[in-house]
Every structure is written in structure tokens, then in C-alpha cells.
């Protein structure tokens, strides 16, 4: 594992990039070498509270998928399993879809040898809908006028069209209700170091990207893409190392609080009562990929007579299925239409398995 | 000995349903609330098999495979041990008390662990009475 500040040579995607557009040149040198048969990056929308993912094959429509964007995530590990399988890819991944793709590289539904996985730290999203209405309520801004977010040192920052920046508190704006996703704000893993590289602000100078590099092939990548004439790199400060990671500590150390506070005040059963059985949480979670050959639809569990169904026969299932590789994506809790917590349930079961193996090393009884 | 309550019990084929088999051969006694459903390998119960049990109306489920070790295809045992463990996370979060759900480890010679099993898991199943779901 090495650090370095990488810089793109190419002014175009320097000045498009959220840092030193490293990212997209290497998106590009992997495109302009055939070593990949297409990318799978992030496209603004309407604006930048939504970003759909598309799959780009020629390296000038990079351009208009680099930046940030911090709405809630894409399935991209899903999109690969079931588009890409057979295709070569290089993507971008926030630490949940890392973990989703590692979960499906376990199941043997991606790969690892078809696949670049460019790793974006994450602070965390916001979903679309109340983020436009946190700029206007705590910013007295409007929303349409944002063109960057950022969390830095525990505030919410928005950059608007006439170069002026505006600050909150997390903290002021997660209390009442806004701010991060509610996964977000418990999700403890804020550096991809499964994928190949890990990239970031964190410990960056102005206009360069910080990248932690995980593996052989990460290395590849930035020797690659240095040779190819589209990166510059140098070595990063000591002091940017260390402030890097202590922020990294900061900000686990605040998820693991939102954790003891969460997990014990859900009630499971109350929260179940309001489901309507419409399977949009299976359908969107990208661990749940066999639910088109789904036992909760086999006919010894399909229950159409009963709603609620019954908690156990249902998401009970499900759980038992899954929730101990669940990635606290938070897809679930997004499309649910009764507004349940499904991530936080599956969340909280898969850390209560995860710390009872810890304890137990599985002594078999 | 009547009462209503109904325990589900999985028994592995070469073990825990020898174990049944020796325990009724020998007339021992024990509450005969059980119903027996024979299955091949502790190894092959998933967990949604307990919960639909469960949500038919069993007050309690009983697992029966052979002792560590001796699992008639190798390991089948062991990877049910610890399917066990996320069963009885689970039930918790679904308002079932993990002492409904039980799983043992008895040989086909071991009719009195059976019947002692048997025994005890009623005498739980009694003092928590029936299961009532959501
Ligand atoms: C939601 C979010 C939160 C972040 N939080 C932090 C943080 O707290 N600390 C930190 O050090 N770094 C954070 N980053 C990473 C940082 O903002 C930059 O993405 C990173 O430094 C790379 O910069 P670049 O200029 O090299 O990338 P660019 O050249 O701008 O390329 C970025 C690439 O990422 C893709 N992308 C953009 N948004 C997403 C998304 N939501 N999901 C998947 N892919 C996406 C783009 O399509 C593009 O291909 C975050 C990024 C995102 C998306
Ligand atoms: S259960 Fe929800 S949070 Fe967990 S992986 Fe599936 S969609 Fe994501
Ligand atoms: S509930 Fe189980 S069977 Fe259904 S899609 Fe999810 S993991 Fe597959
Ligand atoms: S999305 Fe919500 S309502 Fe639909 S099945 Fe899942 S929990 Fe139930
Ligand atoms: S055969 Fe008895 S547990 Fe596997």
C-alpha cells in the first residue's frame, strides 16, 4: 500500500474534475488503450443532487461524468453482474458498492480479472429530493444554483454558480432530519481499500487527487496512465498522510455513535407492520441477485392473501438469506414505499452476527 | 400429558432419527408433542425451513443431527451450526424467543438423549406456552 497526489495533464478534465481529475484520465488511459471495453461512470441530470450511471466506450464522452456527485448511489455492482459479466470494465465505487462487489465476486457474479475498481472515499450522499430542500431551508439558497458539495471537517458545504461557498454544521442539519443519507450517516467504511485505488480530497492539495494505491493492479494503473502522458503524480507530505487518516477516524468514530443510538431504538415489528409486500427492497438490493428464482416467491412462501405479510415468513426469509452480507447501501430504505428502515434492520443484523462471530471465533456447539 | 403445544423436529436420517428410532423401540416415555420430519443431513435445513414452522404454528423447532465429526456426508453438521447462529439473531428480532428454536447433537444410540432432549425442550416450551405471532 502506497500514497500519491495524482494531477490530470489534460487541462479539459482538470478543470471538469472535483479534484485533480485523476480519476477520469484514468478512466480515459484505460479507454484509449483497449485495455477495457467500456467504463461505467456517473452523468449529471437536471442537476447535481442526480446522476445516472451510463457506460461510455469513447473516451471523449468522459468528460461529461467527472466531478462528484453526492446523491444516492447507482447499483453499479449490479449493473455489472447483469450486463457486463463477460465484459472487461473499469468503474467507480464508493465504499458500499465496493463492498457489493466484493459480495459478488464471492458469488461468483462478477469477475475480479474482467474489472478495474476505481475507489472514491465517501462521506456520505443525500438523496435528491431533501437535499434541494436543506439548500433552500439552511442555505437560503436555491438548490439550482449549487454546483458542488463537499463535506469537510464536519460541515456541509455548497459551492454556488457566482464562486461563493456556504457552510452548516453536519451535525445542526442531521438533527433535524437532513443532511447524509440515514445509511450514510451510520456507514463506517469511508475509504475503498478493496478496490485498486482508493481516491480523495482527504489530504489532497488544491487541484490534485490523493490516492491511496491497494494493489498490484492499482499500481499499474497510475504507472500506466503516467506513461501514457495523463497523470502527474508526486509524493504526498507526511502531515497530509496523518491528517488524512485522522479525519478518516473522525468520521468512523461518528458513525459507530449513530450506530449505538440507532440500532436499539428500532422496533422491528412495528416497522414490519406497515409493509405492503411489494418487494421493491429485494428487487433494487444488489445482494438479493437470485430474486427472479426467489424463495419468497415459491409457493410454499407466496402469501398474496396476507398484508402485512408475516414478518418472519417475509423479510425473515430475506434476513436469513442475506442480511449478513448486506452493505448498508441504503437502496432499500430509498424505494420503500412505506418508509420503512429495511437497511438499518438488515444493518443492525448483519453487525449483531458479524461482532457474535468476533466473540465466538463460531465455537460449534 | 395432553396439551396443544406442537414442536417441528428436523432429524438428520443417519443420526438423530436413529436416535428417535431407538428411543421408541425401548418404549422410553417422553411428551409426544413432537412431529418428526426426516431429513437427510442436518446440512441441507436452511433457516427459512424454521421460520415456516414457525409462521404454521409450531411452538417450537427441534434439530436433530449426529455429534460433530460424525455427519454421515463430512461437514454438513458443522455448516448447520453456524446457519444456527443467524436462526437464533433472527428470531430475536422477530419477537421468538431463541429458547423456542433448540438444535442437539445425538446418535442413533442415543435414545435416552433423545428422550431427555425431548423432555427438557417441553418443559421450556410449556413455561414460555404457546407461540403467538404478530
Ligand atoms: C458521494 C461522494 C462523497 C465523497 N466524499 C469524500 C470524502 O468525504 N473524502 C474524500 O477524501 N473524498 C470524497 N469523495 C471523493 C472526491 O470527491 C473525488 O471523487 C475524488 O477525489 C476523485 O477526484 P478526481 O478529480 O480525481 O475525480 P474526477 O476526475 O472528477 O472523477 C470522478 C469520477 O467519479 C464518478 N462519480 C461521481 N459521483 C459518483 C458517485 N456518487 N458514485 C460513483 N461514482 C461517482 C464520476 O462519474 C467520475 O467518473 C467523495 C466522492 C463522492 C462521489
Ligand atoms: S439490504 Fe438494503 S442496505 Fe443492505 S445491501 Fe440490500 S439494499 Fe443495500
Ligand atoms: S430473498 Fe433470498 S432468494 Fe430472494 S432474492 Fe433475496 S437472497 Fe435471493
Ligand atoms: S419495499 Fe417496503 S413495503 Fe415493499 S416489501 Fe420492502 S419493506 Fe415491504
Ligand atoms: S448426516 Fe447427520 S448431520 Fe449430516
Known sequence: MSYVLAKSQNNEILEAGECGGAVTSILKYLLDEGLVDGVLALSPQDDVYDAFPVFVTDSEDLLKTAGSYHCAPTMIGDLVQKYFIDKKVAFTVKPCDMRAVEELITRHKINRDNIYMIGLNCGGTVSPVSGRKMIDLFYEANPDDVVSEEIDKGQFIIELADGSEEAVKIHDLENEGYGRRNNCQRCDVKIPRKANIACGNWGAEDGWTFIEINDEKGQELIDGAKKAGILETKSPSDAAVEGRSKVENIMIKMAKKNQDATYPTVSEMTEWSRCISCYACRDVCPICWCFENCELNKPYFKDEANIPPVPIAFQGVRLSHMSFSCVDCGQCDDVCPMDIPVSLIFDKLQKKYYDRKKKQSYEVI | ?134
Open chain 2, 1 to 134: 400429558m395432553s396439551d396443544d403445544l406442537k414442536i417441528v423436529g428436523l432429524l438428520c436420517n443417519w443420526c438423530c432419527y436413529g436416535g428417535a428410532d431407538t428411543a421408541g423401540t425401548a418404549r422410553m416415555q417422553y411428551s409426544p408433542n413432537i412431529r418428526i420430519i426426516r431429513v437427510m443431513c442436518s446440512g441441507r435445513i436452511n433457516p427459512s425451513m424454521i421460520f415456516k414452522a414457525f409462521q404454521e404454528g409450531a411452538d417450537g423447532v427441534f434439530v436433530g443431527g449426529c455429534h460433530i465429526g460424525d455427519c454421515h456426508y463430512d461437514a454438513g453438521n458443522y455448516k448447520w451450526s453456524r446457519r444456527s447462529k443467524i436462526v437464533e439473531d433472527i428470531l430475536e428480532e422477530f419477537g421468538i424467543e431463541k429458547e423456542r428454536f433448540r438444535h442437539e447433537w445425538i446418535s442413533a444410540s442415543e435414545g435416552e438423549k433423545f428422550q431427555r432432549t425431548m423432555e427438557e425442550f417441553h418443559k421450556t416450551l410449556t413455561k414460555l406456552g404457546p407461540l403467538e405471532l404478530e
